[in-house]
């Protein structure tokens, strides 16, 4: 698995720690080169009991996925598409921003 482009930790980090412990929400990109191997990678995050949220940003195009798990615990089978001009909401860290903010050039 290859450690996603940005990840969010609400525990405590120490100076020996290499990774974050209980991650609550991961940004992974997704390039046409690599698709196959992000997917693989978001299914293997969706393992981690403390992750609620997960954002896949395109590069092909401005547009956003969001994972989220549900009330019961269970990930929702469809995930939440952001368009180019939609705004990107990621509860679990009580993040907004508009989606054009994660591409410099938008």
Do not use: K
């Not at 980090?13 to 990678?41: C, K, Q």
């Not at 949220?53 to 009330?71: D, F, K, N, P, S």
């Amino acid at each position: 698995m290859r450690i996603p482009d940005l990840t969010v930790s609400c525990t405590p980090v120490s100076e020996d720690d290499r990774l974050l412990r209980e991650p609550v929400a991961i940004v992974d990109i997704l390039s046409p080169s690599n698709a196959a191997d992000t997917w693989a990678n978001v299914v293997l995050y969706a393992t981690i009991p403390s992750v609620h949220e997960i954002l896949v940003l395109h590069t092909a195009e401005v547009r956003g996925e969001i994972l989220r798990r549900g009330g019961g615990g269970q990930w929702r089978t469809d995930p939440e598409q952001v368009p180019p001009s939609g705004e990107v909401r990621l509860d679990s860290i009580a993040f907004a921003a508009p989606l054009t903010a994660f591409y410099r050039t938008a």
